[in-house]
């Protein structure tokens, strides 16, 4: 055996796979299977197909998803960092495409970190609607904003919250939710052993705990007529089938959705959920419920390419909330009434719990915060600042701004919520971060820059991958570029300023062009190394 797992647990899956045993056994003497997945908020997967300097090979269950060879470094190219495709572990991309997201839903991933699905949801979205990533652990909530940034998310709220506590502030809100659930995480010893050697303390008790609590408090949050796609990547059936039998046992507004019939998907095994009934205790619950469990489904890594998961949709029967009045940023009165009251908090990974931070987590701005303290009431200086980005935007992009302007720490965003919903929320980032002022001018952020395309912006300068300049912009370098490259549409054509830097037409940062030098302005946290 290639991958070394505890013996406790291959004891435990001969038990409960009898004669699938030994083929489940050979599958760690397989090679792992690594992906990537086309990031349409950037680019469309024909358009990729063609610039692609890898050997693809589809991922079945998802239409954007591909396989790639694992000596070939999709991490080491500029597309890469242009946010032109995600690397995630195939079995991993299912979830979200039962999700069924639609442009314009209100949608939370409540277990985010680090923002493989979040970004998966925001490129269905298509900078439509509301999208609130969320993850309990601070430290981990820096990753996901990053990647909300790098993969020109417009559209998303990052929150580092209970999920009872987002509970209270979105009652009924959501129209989907995905909860990729904590977990003993069996399914990834293949692809990570320090999981198999964590296994032993990672108690399928103290998970199940865990997931009930989420479970309820997602119920909470969706709307009648709502789906939520619980996702785990263990086998323990404690964790998967007897979750969904619990939930359908207390919640009778929802019903399972059978999953779809995609190459490899294996159904539920409601017969292991019978033996752990006959054990009592906590794991009780209904003959019918446990049945219904069939209509889960499995990716065993001895049956597909790539690693074990294990789905369940839930559908909520009521009919579904109309969303075509405009308003999928707007408070109900029942909503408003929920946040009175209440006061927001700025928060940014690493800090600890109950304090505040004015310094937003995951940008590459620089220079101090606008000073003024935040309040219901006007600034001293908002106005002052809302008018530099206002200024900002009208000379340099050409893109309609979502949401509206919220100032937040000194920082403008343009976000998807009216302030008030994050009122008392631990927020990391309360959308598409712009930037601030510094020295009394408007300094753009570089997530303004990531989620721009070419087209959206007033100067633009456009680099080749294949002589290296793109990659000597990733690291930082200043470049010698002549006023003729400068693409101008704005301010009577005039390259001095600030300009949209891009690798064959993708947008990768800022840079500030004055006299035949761009001075590079890509933060130096996310450099080339």
């Known amino acids: 055996m290639a991958v070394h797992v505890p013996m406790a647990f291959l004891e435990k899956m001969q038990q409960l796979l009898g004669s699938d045993y030994s083929a489940f056994l050979s599958s760690y003497d397989n090679p792992r299977y690594a992906g990537i997945r086309v990031n349409t908020l950037k680019i469309s997967v024909e358009s990729f197909l063609r610039l692609s300097p890898f050997e693809l090979r589809p991922v079945p269950w998802c239409p954007t998803g591909f396989y790639v060879q694992e000596g070939q470094k999709p991490g080491k190219h500029p597309y890469y960092h242009a946010g032109l495709y995600y690397i995630q572990e195939p079995s991993a991309m299912a979830p979200v495409e039962m999700l069924d997201v639609s442009p314009g839903q209100r949608v939370l991933d409540l277990c ?12 269905k979205l298509q900078g439509e609607g509301v999208l609130v990533a ?3 652990h601070a430290d981990r909530t820096k990753a996901l904003a990053k990647n909300v940034e790098l993969y020109g998310v417009r559209n998303a709220v990052v929150l580092n919250e209970s999920p009872e506590r987002i509970a209270d502030a979105f009652p009924a809100y959501f129209d989907k939710i995905l909860i990729d659930a904590p977990c003993s995480g069996e399914g990834m010893f293949r692809k990570d052993e320090d999981m198999a050697r964590q296994w032993e303390v990672h108690s399928t008790s103290k998970c199940t705990v865990m997931q009930k609590d989420i479970l309820k408090s997602a119920a909470a949050m969706l709307a009648p007529g709502g ?10 059936p404690e964790e998967n089938e007897a979750m969904i039998a619990w939930f359908l046992d207390r919640y009778p507004d929802f019903e399972l959705v059978p999953l779809p019939k995609e190459p490899g998907f294996s159904p539920g095994r409601p017969e292991w959920l019978y033996r752990l009934n006959a054990e009592g205790g906590d794991a009780a619950f209904s003959s019918e419920a446990a049945s219904l469990t069939a209509q889960c489904g499995r990716l065993w890594p001895h049956q597909v390419e790539g690693e074990g998961h294990f789905l369940a949709v839930l559908q909520h029967k009521g009919p579904a909330v109309n969303r075509d009045n405009g308003a999928e940023g707007q408070l109900s009165r029942g909503e ?3 946040v009175r009251g209440r006061e927001p908090q700025q928060t940014s990974p690493g800090s600890k719990p109950g304090k505040t931070n004015r310094r937003p987590a995951g940008h590459s701005h620089t220079g101090k915060a606008f000073k003024g303290r935040e309040s219901a009431g006007k600034v001293p200086g908002e106005r002052e600042l809302l008018d530099c980005w206002q200024q900002f935007a009208s000379e340099h992009v050409t893109a309609k701004l979502p949401g509206q302007p919220l100032l937040f720490g000194g920082h403008v965003y ?3 919520l009216p302030k008030e919903q994050l009122a008392g929320l631990k927020t990391v980032r309360p959308g598409w971060y712009a930037g ?4 009394g001018r408007f300094a753009p952020g570089h997530p303004l820059a990531t989620a721009l395309s070419a087209g959206e912006a007033n100067r633009v300068l456009n680099l080749s991958q294949e002589n290296g300049e793109a990659v000597r912009y990733l690291k930082g370098e200043t470049l ?3 006023a003729s490259r400068i693409e101008c549409r704005g301010i009577q054509g005039f390259p001095k300023g600030y300009v949209l830097v891009c690798v064959d037409g993708v947008s990768l940062g800022w ?8 001075k590079n302005e890509y933060p130096a946290g996310w450099r080339w190394t």
């Open 112 to 123: 985010a970190a680090p923002g493989g699905k979040t970004t998966q949801i925001a490129a």
């Open 134 to 136: 969320n993850d309990i």
């Open 227 to 236: 789906r939520i796609v619980y996702s785990t990547c263990t086998f323990a």
């Open 336 to 338: 408003r009434m929920s």
């Open 414 to 416: 343009q976000s998807p």
């Open 436 to 439: 601030t002022v510094k020295n």
């Open 480 to 482: 010698n570029v002549p």
């Open 511 to 518: 840079g500030k062009w004055i006299d035949g030098m761009l």
